[in-house]
């Protein structure tokens, strides 16, 4: 696996202007076609939707008023965000319509038969692991084999732990579980340990060190999260879609997140069941045969993987440089770049994840996350990425960067109303004190925000599957405390997500521990520590507000109370007892737990 230099993204602005070459070797398909209608009609209606709000927000703050940079920052901020909100309630529409009314350009695992498989699609299951709990590991990845030995595919499949764990203890832990598994799944079976002694690119360099070792022993390889779960049948599937689709180099399986008790991440998992089908199903409407990697659950055609998806450094120091972080969306536009097609396939059931157990651990996720899409942004002008995938590169990094350019659209209003207290400002309690163009912007702005939730209950009611989530009325009252609760932890993800982008563009180190992924509560001296600082920036604000201007406050509660209680929100959701109290009184209940699968249960 041979890396090829990046062009770097001023050259590749460059040759972006100048390089007159084409793909037309390459026959156009029907689902290319649709696609290029539907992203064109995508950025049609973000425009027109944003030209709409900036047309109210105009009206009702002209730039007569003493501070019109001030409103023209506010202004460009506002479309900005606005922008970003359409294109998330559009995608959600898309998957609504998509749900009720399958997409016939899409890839579905309806068209697999999995019986007649040739021997030579041999496929290596391979699980990247470092420093993880032993037990949780090694339980799911014995529910995984259990269930492919019984599907009756097990022959065509190998499986490998990959290790990049350093500390000896777990070392041995891992060696122990290894041992015990295998001689539970009998020696027909294959199970393999492989410890790396050079623990270089983390999981890139793990799978990629896989490649070069046993890589062209194998047609096919899924890779595997350490939290991953997959069925026999959903393994043997995705080979046969595979095998059905020969210039496919990646299919995605959409997971669904189950298995951990606390509060935190029972909202999280009831979230991605409800209203997250509708963004996936939307995605996969926008994207068709040039998708998302989100590097795990997937199932990969070696031989390109190994050809063309080696990934060469990001020259350059400071944070956005050096070895590639989010690498799997990197891997994704270069597959599509060697002629191969990646698909996101919502409707295969059978692959299952976990969610942090609590904010803190989230937000430690977030962390890395958020470098490794600022990372990827260099590579937004690299010759010969597909343009959806350039803009797969532009969201990633804005899924982060909007949060400091919402914090500043707080400061700015918040400027705005303590320098012009008499006119209308945008603020954050809707329709107190507001002209009637800022009512309208306001519930504009709201409904885009709500209704993916209230299409969610409607596909669900549609289909009639209310029943898997508790019946109608447990549905509602768990999608209002989803919403709830999404509400007070907004703000609290906003700075979070401010200070990875702060710490990513400068280089300044940022410590910012969790606790493990088992569900364990958060301590309250944790909590503190880690927002004391955000606690004291918080009352700061809202003490100088009440001096100059006591009824701006108001409008800062919604932004500045969850703040406040930052430490009790993570704590308090941190718990599993509460977890586990709503799951008894049916609050938040997901398929997965009113009808367990049985790969989860022995899981």
Known sequence: MVPRPWTGFWQGLKLAFTDNSTDADEPIQPWQHAAFRRRGMLIIIIALSSAFAVDLLSYAQPFEYAHPVLHFIQLALFVALFGWVTAGFITALMGFRALLHPDPHRLSSADANPDNLSADARTAVIMPICNEPVGPVFAGLKATCESLAASGHGALFDVYVLSDTYDPDLQREEMAAWR?????????????????????????????????????NYRYMVVLDADSVMTGNT?????????????????????????????????????GRVAGSLFTAGMQFWQLGESHYWGHNAIIRVEPFMKHCALARLPGNGGLSGEILSHDFVEAALMRRAGYYIWLVSDLDGSYEQQPANLMEEL?????????????????????????????????????????????????????????????????????????SMEMLWTFTL???????????????????????????????????????????????????????????????????SPTREARSVPWRDAFDRFTPVIAATSLALLVTLCYHPRAVLWLLPVGLPLLLAPHITVITSQPRWGRLLRRQRWLLIPEECSVPAVLARA
């Open 180 to 216: 015990s598994l295998r001689e539970r799944l009998g020696g027909s079976f294959r199970l393999y340990y492989r410890r790396r002694q050079r623990r270089t690119r983390k999981k890139a360099g793990n799978v990629a060190d896989f490649c070069r070792r046993w890589g062209k």
């Open 235 to 271: 393994l043997a599937k995705l080979v046969a879609m595979m095998e059905s689709n020969p210039k496919t180099g990646i299919i995605q399986t959409a997971p669904r997140a189950c298995g951990v008790t606390t509060f935190h991440a029972r909202i999280q998992q009831f979230a």
């Open 364 to 436: 430690q996720r977030d962390r890395r996350w958020c470098q490794g899409n600022l990372m990827n942004f260099r590579l937004i002008a690299e010759p010969g990425f597909q343009a959806v995938h350039r803009g797969m590169i532009f969201t990633g990094a804005m899924a982060y960067v909007s949060a400091p350019l919402w914090l500043g659209f707080v400061a700015v209003s918040l400027a705005l109303r303590l320098l012009e207290p008499n006119i209308p400002v945008v603020t954050f309690l809707p329709w107190l004190g507001m002209s009637s």
């Open 447 to 513: 409904s885009l925000l709500f209704m993916p939730r209230v299409l969610a209950v409607i596909a669900i009611l549609k289909q009639e599957e209310q029943a898997a989530f508790g019946g109608t009325a447990a549905l509602m009252k768990s999608v209002l405390l989803e919403a709830l609760l999404s509400a007070l932890q907004a703000p609290i993800r906003m700075v979070a997500h401010t200070l990875f982008v702060v710490t990513a563009l400068t280089g300044l180190r940022l410590e910012w521990k």
